[in-house]
């Protein structure tokens, strides 16, 4: 049973589109982490988020903690194609000491 | 400041091999988590070592072993090695207290 369902599973736009992608729970997180992680590499960070309703920017891309702490989505605006890559959320709970993981949406952003 | 690194970047076994793989922490952190992330799906947790010991375990066999050593590195043992086991390892770090975790760049094992 997957805890984190992410949606789409895979996603293929051109240069200078945007773009959200999703990250569903029916469980209660205390925080949810981005990573985007490149064939044969491990994920990179690229944000925590924490308090629901809670909006993260970086750069281009902005992150959404939902007010019940169960889901996520990030939204790139104009990608380019170095965006391309899996994003990966995953889920943590106070005290849980490990990270729950969806299986990624696979962007390919085409010049 | 170095971030985490995992050795052997690569490695090909046969099906009932042993196989160790190695973790050094980011500097600072001491807590160190081991996931295994097979082709197409998200990492799927191991287990967690927090002071020597382990703290936290996934759905894995007891094949699958590990240990941290007096300077936060880690190893991951996985005995009678099967066809399954073949995918990325990860092996990530953390403060104890903190729930941000940071990722190695993985070993790639290959059971044949």
Redesign the interface.
Known sequence: TQL?EQSPQFLSIQEGENLTVYCNSSSVF??L?W?RQEP??????LV?VVTGGEVKKLKRLTFQFGDARKDSSLHITAAQPGDTGLY?C?G?K?N?????????TTLTVKP | DAG?T?SPTHLIKTRGQQVTLRCSPKSGHD?V?W?QQAL??????IF?Y?EEEE??R?NFPDRFSGHQFPNYSSELNVNALLLGDSA?Y?C?SSLRAS????????T?LLVL
Do not use: M
């Open positions: 984190l205390s925080s982490q990573y044969g590499e491990g994920p990179v960070l925590t990966l995953a943590a106070a849980a000491g490990k990270s729950t993981f969806g299986d990624g | 985490v995992q807590t988590s996931y197409g799906q998200g990492p799927q947790f967690q927090y703290r936290q996934g990325l990860l990530a729930e941000t975790q940071y990722f190695g760049p993985g790639r």
